[in-house]
């Protein structure tokens, strides 16, 4: 790629993409009763074309989000008046850096695509960049298959979207920050140790990671009542297992709207932090199990019924896994990115991602991005921290870290 402009590349690969993917082109309309519809107006989406006067190196020896200045590389777009209305649907900034590398950054309206459903869009550009006359996946728009029943019959039951009852007094704050944490394979060994051998050896790397952040969570925030019920909400996509399963017509290859449910599970702080870590992994198997057929559709219906409700945020911990997704081998021409994944989060305190990364000791593992109030953090990271400096695998673990 020695002479190639990644600006030029990206932006013709764009358009091309955008042939099949032209909703992506339009703009939200919204319907007397609230629904969301998309308007084909070939309006286009918004490209920006950068330079910054750093290198790589600017970000450090491990590329982590919060990086440093990233904000000021982004270029602010002024909001609409009509908010996601008559906006853009799709933002994309291609920053060259001064030592010849540059950074893809992209936003989209989450009305529009999931996680899995903008990885596939950008997997195809990167597949047109490199010489391909289209995408290898044809995507599907199909957003019936997700509607609503005639009539809308909410048949489960959805405490992530009933707001959870405080009676705690402790004192609200509302600065929040970010924060990465790698986890590589000692680290989840360790974790492991802390489990019965039946469940340590049946249970995935998720459920183990997930159960395990939950109670240093719970912790970080400091309860005062022991009886406070806190939840824990795992983002669950109808396209994997265990979702995917149960469903009669599985979504169809290249479907790339929103699939995923996050269905949630309680304890109280006292049993959550009180009992061993095979409680809270128990409860994580429980909230997947959760996700079935009938329960993405009881939330299609919830929605046409209660007028898209906001999931419960104070007191929750929720987790999206975007190690599937496959963002980690976008290659545009120039080769594997160094990161790819959030560059934060939204400032909602309990809100955490994983993303696969290989730190600079070429160890393979998990990146964990967490939003937290200001205060939690400290103590998120205390809890965090007998795990992750492990310099000795047959070192015990304290199962209270």
């Given at each position: 790629m020695t002479?190639?402009?990644p600006v030029r590349v990206v932006r013709e690969a764009l358009s091309k993409a955008l042939v099949l993917y032209y909703p992506l082109a339009g703009r939200l309309r919204e319907a007397p009763t609230g629904k969301l519809m998309v308007d084909c107006t070939a309006q286009g989406v918004?490209?920006?074309?950068?330079?910054?006067?750093?290198?790589?190196?600017?970000?450090?020896?491990?590329?982590?989000?919060?990086f440093p200045c990233f904000h000021e590389l982004l270029y602010h777009v002024p909001s609409s008046d009509d908010g996601i209305i008559n906006s853009p649907l799709l933002l994309i900034q291609v920053t060259r850096l001064k030592c010849g590398?540059?950074?893809?950054?992209?936003?989209?309206?989450?009305?529009?695509?999931?996680?899995?459903?903008?990885?596939?869009?950008?997997?195809?550009?990167?597949?047109?960049?490199?010489?391909?006359?289209?995408?290898?996946?044809?995507?599907?728009?199909?957003?019936?298959?997700?509607y609503a029943r005639d009539p809308p019959t909410v048949t489960c039951l959805h405490p992530e979207y009933q707001?959870?009852?405080?009676?705690?007094?402790?004192?609200?704050?509302?600065?929040?920050?970010?924060?990465?944490?790698?986890?590589?394979?000692k680290h989840i060994h360790a974790l492991r140790r802390l489990l019965p051998l039946h469940l340590a050896q049946s249970s995935s790397t998720f459920d183990i990671l997930t159960a395990f952040l939950w109670r240093c969570h719970t912790a970080a925030i400091h309860w005062q009542n022991p009886n406070q019920e806190v939840r824990l909400m795992c983002?669950?996509?109808?396209?994997?297992e265990p979702c995917r399963s149960t469903f009669n017509t599985p979504l169809?290859?290249?479907?790339?709207?929103?699939?995923?449910?996050?269905?949630?599970?309680?304890?109280?702080?006292?049993?959550?932090?009180g009992r061993p870590l095979s409680y809270a992994l128990e409860l994580v198997k429980k909230s997947k199990k959760e996700a079935t057929e009938e329960f993405v559709h009881s939330t299609a219906d919830l929605m046409a019924t209660n007028g898209r409700p906001v999931f419960s945020m104070e007191g929750s911990l929720i987790v999206s896994d975007?190690?599937?997704?496959?963002?980690?081998?976008?290659?545009?021409?120039?080769?594997?990115?160094?990161?790819?994944?959030?560059?934060g989060l939204d400032d909602f305190p309990g809100a955490c991602c994983y993303v696969p990364y290989t730190n600079s000791k070429g160890e393979h593992g998990k990146v964990v991005l967490?939003?937290?109030?200001?205060?939690?953090?400290?103590?998120?990271e205390k809890e965090l921290n007998g795990i992750l400096h492990v310099k000795d695998e047959d070192e015990p673990i304290n199962a209270s870290n």
């Open positions: 002479g190639k402009d918004s490209f920006i074309e950068a330079d910054a006067d750093v290198t790589l190196n600017h970000f450090g020896v491990d590329l982590l989000p919060p590398g540059f950074i893809f950054a992209i936003r989209v309206n989450h009305a529009i695509c999931d996680g899995i459903g903008i990885a596939q869009f950008i997997k195809g550009i990167a597949e047109i960049a490199k010489g391909a006359s289209k995408p290898s996946i044809t995507p599907v728009w199909c957003r019936d298959l997700l707001q959870l009852p405080l009676h705690d007094n402790k004192t609200p704050s509302f600065k929040c920050c970010h924060a990465s944490f790698f986890f590589g394979p983002v669950v996509n109808a396209r994997f169809p290859e290249g479907y790339y709207g929103n699939a995923f449910v996050i269905p949630a599970v309680a304890s109280t702080v006292g049993m959550l932090c975007l190690t599937k997704s496959g963002l980690s081998d976008v290659d545009y021409g120039w080769g594997k990115p160094l990161f790819s994944g959030l560059d967490i939003c937290l109030l200001e205060e939690a953090m400290e103590r998120f």
